[in-house]
């Protein structure tokens, strides 16, 4: 027998906010351990405003068991005021803010109650929300969307395109997205709002794309529409799902020369150790793909090859291991084949980390001349980018689980001191991209895995989050480190 019910998972909305003076400068270093205690997650809203999860003590008669509760908040970097959006007793919560700060999409498990009156083994149930979210003054009853099919959550990153539709990794974890009905989230009453439509999933062969129905009508009559997709790949590690627009011209895959900049292709790669071709050979020859998904066209989802447009390679056996495009850029990460002999020197792996500018050629993805820009630690860090504004974001992820077997002898002291990096470039080419800065933080403070995202970039790459196991701060992307605090983040590659 339950002690507790689903619509006992309450969310209780906070209205109050915590006054403070005057905007952040840009070399201040943000404690948001002041603001809250036991970080676990954060997301930009804007680069000026970021939300996160933080814990804290709820109020419980005396001698009555203590009960842990998560609390999703907001601070704006420009007035240094921070407010609660709601806070979820007996749970564990993740968010991601979207649609620029209008909602946050928050995620989780929660104890729903015990197998037998007198407790015992607790229930959990999953939840996946859209929650919108109100100004501090406001005192309406915010409206929350709930995406209408029993199928795969959503999984964090979750982003927001151009055209205000969320998107994100699907994740294998099936739970109900309709079950989540907290107390005191009712929405507007308003007759003739439009119909849930319909949920539905495309594939092509392990790949799969999921349009959720949601039901929005607590938005009122005149809201605009929100789209949700989930995308479902092959095990793609730290590679989350990014967007481009079509700004005409046929630039980029799957856009027509006809574009009108509103249409929007997502996009991820699959690589080489992810999918394979069948050469004329008739043999397994590994190749990085280009996966992308463009709604409205068909079909829906399209892989392209990535080749090498150069015929004679000078810098040995390289493998794409990441994409980033957008309307002006696209680029192209690759490093030494962790797998191929010829990547190594004396047994060591090749540790080089190279950029090159790509382009759509016909069905293929062509990438041109690498250039070096940096150096990995070791077979234990996996380079990534992404496109933030005008700034091209590298991000190394640490991950000592998949460190290379012959490499764990000749690497002892490089994982001793093993950190996660963000290196900044301005550049829309390869050619004439200049490093703006670089920020490093241990490993021993901060932790990794494939999933962990210890450094978080705003969206315009003005400021920048180091979150650690229970903490976190904001500096400013142009920080710089001269011996003061924190002394464990350094510029130091």
């Not at 806070?87 to 649609?99: G, T, W």
């Not at 109650?113 to 229930?123: F, L, N, Q």
């Not at 938005?219 to 605009?224: H, K, P, Q, S, T």
Request: net charge neutral; proline share 4%.
């Amino acid at each position: 027998m339950y002690g507790k019910t689903i619509a006992a998972i309450l969310i209780t909305l906070v209205s109050s906010a915590e006054a403070s003076a005057e905007p952040l400068s840009l070399d201040a270093v943000v404690d948001l351990g002041s603001i809250a205690k036991k970080i676990s997650s954060i997301s930009w809203c804007s680069d000026d405003e970021v939300a996160f999860v933080g814990g804290v003590s709820s109020n419980v008669p005396q001698g009555a068991p203590s009960r842990s509760a998560r609390r999703a908040v907001i601070l704006s970097l420009k007035n240094s005021r921070a407010y609660s959006i709601a806070e979820y007793s007996d749970a564990s919560i993740r968010l991601d803010c979207v649609l620029g700060g209008g909602f946050v999409y928050v995620s989780g498990s929660a104890n729903v109650g015990y197998r037998s009156a007198g407790g015992g083994e607790p229930v959990t149930k999953s939840f996946n929300h859209l929650l919108e979210v109100l100004p501090v003054e406001a005192k309406r009853t915010p409206a929350q969307i709930n995406l209408l099919w029993d199928v795969e959550a959503l999984s964090g990153p979750v982003h927001t395109d151009v055209n205000g539709n969320i998107f994100a990794r699907k994740s294998p974890v099936r739970s109900s997205m309709a079950e989540m009905l907290p107390s005191r989230m009712v929405g507007r009453k308003s007759a003739g709002i439009r119909g849930e439509g319909i949920s539905y999933t495309a594939r092509l062969d392990n790949i799969s794309v999921t349009s959720f129905s949601s039901d929005q009508r607590k938005l009122g009559r005149a809201a605009v529409p929100i789209e949700v997709y989930g995308i479902n790949t092959p095990e793609i590690g730290s590679r989350s799902i990014g967007f481009y627009r079509c700004a005409g011209g046929g630039r980029r895959p799957e856009c027509g020369q006809d574009s009108n900049g509103k249409d929007v292709v997502y996009y991820t790669l699959l690589s080489a150790g992810e999918i394979s071709h069948r050469s004329s050979g008739d043999r397994e020859v590994p190749q990085s793909m280009l996966v992308t998904v463009a709604v409205g066209n068909h079909p829906l989802i399209k892989r392209w090859k990535i080749v090498s447009a150069e015929k004679n390679n000078q810098l040995g056996d390289l493998t794409v291991v990441d994409v980033a495009l957008n309307e002006r850029s696209c680029f192209v990460l690759l490093e030494p084949n962790r797998h191929s002999s010829s990547s190594r020197l004396l047994g060591k792996l090749r540790r080089e980390i190279y950029v090159s500018d790509c382009e759509q050629s016909g069905d293929v993805i062509s990438y041109y001349r690498p250039r070096l820009i940096g150096q990995r630690q070791g077979s234990f860090s996996f380079p990534r980018i992404k496109i933030h504004g005008e700034v091209l974001v590298l991000t190394e992820f640490y991950d000592q689980s998949s460190q290379e077997e012959d490499q764990i002898p000749l690497e002892k002291l490089a994982l001793r001191d093993a950190k996660v990096c963000v290196r900044l470039f301005s550049g829309e080419q390869s050619s004439n991209l200049s490093k703006i800065n670089a920020l490093c933080a241990p490993v021993d403070r901060v932790g990794g895995g494939w999933e962990a995202q210890q450094i978080i970039v705003s969206p315009n790459a003005k400021f920048i989050a180091v979150l650690g196991p229970s903490d976190a701060i904001i500096v400013s992307s142009n920080f710089r480190n001269n011996g003061s605090e924190p002394s464990w983040l350094t510029n130091g590659e």
